[in-house]
């Protein structure tokens, strides 16, 4: 009963998270200044980890632009320095632009990927375009789990929303109670209150014996 319970409520944070991720993605505006900052060690091997490309050769990774740390929303951009290719007497770099969303924590992350700044068009990993709002407003969702961050957020949704059902439930009883009270009836049971210091009903302590 007690398992039953927690999965439900677990799923109740889990449909709450999914609802804050849109949320954070359709109110972001990503855009205005870009904050150039340097490439932490764990960036540059989350982009050493994740980039796309086989073909490239050594990667030198350069400076880090974060875009609009929005609420519940952010995109770093990540660029190699222009590496040489065999087939290509040119030179090119490869951008990667990792969007994560989520709140409190980030939980789901996507990239665009390009190589060949000037020529070639964007890949989508693990994002989608989704309507932000009715008047045709789009905005780019990311659909991979990033799983601690799912994990903590989901279980926070689910103890606030349980907190809340608590919390409500709690108020309409005393109110309940009240009004019973002051209609001269037993708070529990709603049974008229006769002489005896107990409800005749429901056995409930109407008055300090
Ligand atoms: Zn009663």
Do not use: K
Not at 135 to 141: D, E, I, K, Q, V
Not at 180 to 191: F, K, L
């Amino acid at each position: 009963m007690l398992g039953l319970r927690l999965v439900g409520w677990l799923m109740v944070g889990a449909a709450m998270n999914a609802g804050a991720v849109y949320l954070c993605v359709a109110g972001a505006v990503l855009g205005g200044d870009p904050q150039v900052r340097p490439t932490t060690a764990a960036q540059r091997a989350w982009f050493l980890e994740h980039v796309p490309y086989g073909d490239v050769g050594p990667i030198e990774v350069g400076p880090t632009t974060v875009r609009n740390v929005d609420f519940g929303m952010d995109s770093v951009r990540i660029s190699s320095l222009p590496v040489p290719r065999p087939d290509r007497p040119g030179r090119s770099a490869i951008e990667g632009v990792r969007y994560r969303a989520g709140w409190p924590l980030r939980c789901v992350d996507g990239v665009l990927w390009r190589r060949d700044a000037s020529t070639r068009r964007w890949e989508y990993r693990g994002l989608v375009w989704v309507p932000s709002n009715p008047w045709g407003r789009r905005a780019l969702l990311p659909l991979r789990p990033m799983w601690a961050g799912m994990a903590v957020n989901v279980v926070a949704a689910g103890v606030l929303a349980a907190t809340a059902v608590r919390v409500v439930t709690a108020i309409a009883q005393a109110m309940v109670r009240w009004v019973r009270r002051r209609r001269g009836r037993c708070p529990g049971c709603a049974y008229p209150i006769g002489a005896s210091a107990r409800c005749s009903e429901c056995g409930e302590a109407l008055r300090p014996a």
